[in-house]
């Protein structure tokens, strides 16, 4: 399984790939997740996250949060 945690406009992520399909999660600090809600077709490379990311989810920019960043991966 591939997992990568984003910064998503100022909100965190996990996405993860199991079995060519993608799934996102919100994660609290006590380690529970819920669905994030984020589509992401199982086309899209590991590489490709990003923009992918950026362009779907750029009405949550603002201000203080401009950008999509990869935090972290774990393959």
């Known amino acids: 399984m591939e997992r990568y945690k984003y910064n998503i406009f100022g909100r965190e992520v996990l ?10 999660f919100y994660q609290g600090a006590e380690g529970k997740r819920r669905n994030a809600g984020i ?17 779907l ?12 960043v990869r935090l972290s ?3």
């Open 39 to 55: 589509f992401v077709p199982p086309e899209i490379k590991e590489n490709e996250l990003t923009l992918y990311l950026s362009d």
């Open 15 to 24: 996405i993860e790939r199991s079995n060519n399909r993608w799934a996102t």
């Open 57 to 68: 989810c750029h009405e949550w920019a603002n201000e203080r949060h401009q950008s999509v």
């Open 73 to 75: 991966e774990d393959k």
